[in-house]
C-alpha cells in the first residue's frame, strides 16, 4: 500500500529554520510530480510548492518564494521542504502528496497524500 509519511515538523521562534521531510513507501513515487500543502486552522489548504519528477522543476506560492526550498531524492524516495526565516503566519499542519501528472498547485490533481507534521512558529 501506497504510503507518505511526513516528519520534520516542531515549535521554531520567528526567523528560524525547518526542514521537513516525506518519505514514500509502498510504491515508487520517481515518475510522480510532488507537492507540499498546508492547513491552518479555520482555513482552508494551501498550496506550498512543487517538484517535477525529475527534480528539474520548481514551483512556489509567493509568499514562500525566496524562503522556501523543495527538493527531492528519488534513489531515496523522499521529499523534502527547506523552510528558513519562518513567521508565525507559517504556522500550520504541512502535508506531502504526490501527482501522476505533471506539477501543480492545485490539490485535486494529488491522487496520494501523507498525515500531515505539525509546524509552530512562535512570535
Known amino acids: 500500500q501506497a504510503q507518505l509519511v511526513e516528519s520534520g515538523g516542531g515549535l521554531v521562534q520567528a526567523g528560524g529554520s525547518l526542514r521537513l521531510s516525506c518519505a514514500a513507501s509502498?510504491?515508487?513515487?520517481?515518475?510522480?510530480?510532488m507537492g507540499w500543502f498546508r492547513q491552518a486552522p479555520g482555513k482552508e489548504r494551501e498550496f506550498v510548492a512543487a517538484i517535477s519528477w525529475s527534480g528539474g522543476s520548481t514551483y512556489y506560492a509567493d509568499s514562500m518564494k525566496g524562503r522556501f526550498t523543495i527538493s527531492r531524492d528519488n534513489a531515496k524516495n523522499t521529499v523534502y521542504l527547506q523552510m528558513n526565516s519562518l513567521k508565525p503566519e507559517d504556522t500550520a499542519v504541512y502535508y506531502c502528496a504526490a501527482a501522476p501528472g505533471g506539477t501543480s498547485y492545485l490539490a485535486k490533481s494529488y491522487d496520494y497524500w501523507g498525515q500531515g507534521t505539525q509546524v509552530t512558529v512562535s512570535s
Open positions: 509502498g510504491r515508487t513515487f520517481r515518475s510522480y510530480a
